[in-house]
């Protein structure tokens, strides 16, 4: 890997992370465009010291360059969780860990230089988030409040 697409990855994985994260800041959530830039970005960069350790040591010892892999989606996981809320009967900020979880996988994805993969992951991501925000709000809100309703009146009997 030479120093132009090194450079073209980090680059890459800061325009996606940021497309993602401008989606979440727009609709003020506790993570938003730095962090997913820094997540996307940390991502690649974990993914790129992989590849370097494989082609540097591969003749010499045995190399999993699947191991960081592992180690970061896991890790992701733990930031991931401090967006959770619990309060009361209520969950907040569940959409933004799996979005924190699945932007680093992106940034993985372009570590590896997986681009196809990661620019279609980023644009599911961005149809999911937009998209099926109204669609929730017309159809499935309306069940879960007839869900809750039903709940809180076999709670009181």
Same mark, same amino acid.
Request: charged fraction near 20%; charge should be neutral.
């Given at each position: 890997?030479?120093?132009?697409?090194?450079?073209?990855?980090?680059?890459?994985?800061? %325009?996606?992370? #940021?497309? =993602?994260?401008?989606?979440?800041?727009?609709?003020?959530?506790?993570? +938003?465009?730095? *962090?997913? &830039?820094?997540?996307?970005?940390?991502?690649?960069?974990?993914?790129?010291?992989?590849?370097?350790?494989?082609?540097?040591?591969?003749?010499?010892?045995? %190399?999993?360059? #699947?191991? =960081?892999?592992?180690?970061?989606?896991?890790?992701?996981?733990?930031? +991931?969780?401090? *967006?959770? &809320?619990?309060?009361?009967?209520?969950?907040?900020?569940?959409?933004?860990?799996?979005?924190?979880?699945?932007?680093?996988?992106?940034?993985?994805?372009?570590?590896?230089?997986?681009?196809?993969?990661?620019?279609?992951?980023?644009?599911?991501?961005?149809?999911?988030?937009?998209?099926?925000?109204?669609?929730?709000?017309?159809?499935?809100?309306?069940?879960?409040?007839?869900?809750?309703?039903?709940?809180?009146?076999?709670?009181?009997?």
């Amino acid at each position: 890997m030479d120093f132009r697409d090194i450079i073209l990855r980090l680059l890459l994985t800061v %325009v996606m992370g #940021g497309i =993602i994260g401008a989606e979440r800041q727009i609709h003020r959530k506790s993570a +938003g465009m730095r *962090t997913h &830039i820094l997540v996307c970005l940390g991502s690649t960069l974990m993914m790129l010291i992989s590849l370097f350790i494989y082609d540097t040591f591969k003749d010499e010892v045995n %190399v999993d360059p #699947g191991r =960081i892999v592992g180690h970061v989606i896991s890790g992701i996981g733990f930031l +991931g969780a401090g *967006t959770i &809320i619990v309060t009361g009967g209520s969950i907040r900020g569940l959409t933004t860990a799996a979005t924190l979880w699945v932007t680093a996988a992106v940034g993985l994805a372009v570590g590896c230089g997986f681009y196809l993969a990661a620019g279609i992951t980023t644009l599911i991501i961005l149809l999911a988030l937009i998209w099926l925000e109204p669609f929730e709000e017309k159809f499935l809100s309306k069940d879960r409040k007839e869900e809750m309703d039903s709940n809180s009146h076999s709670e009181k009997v």
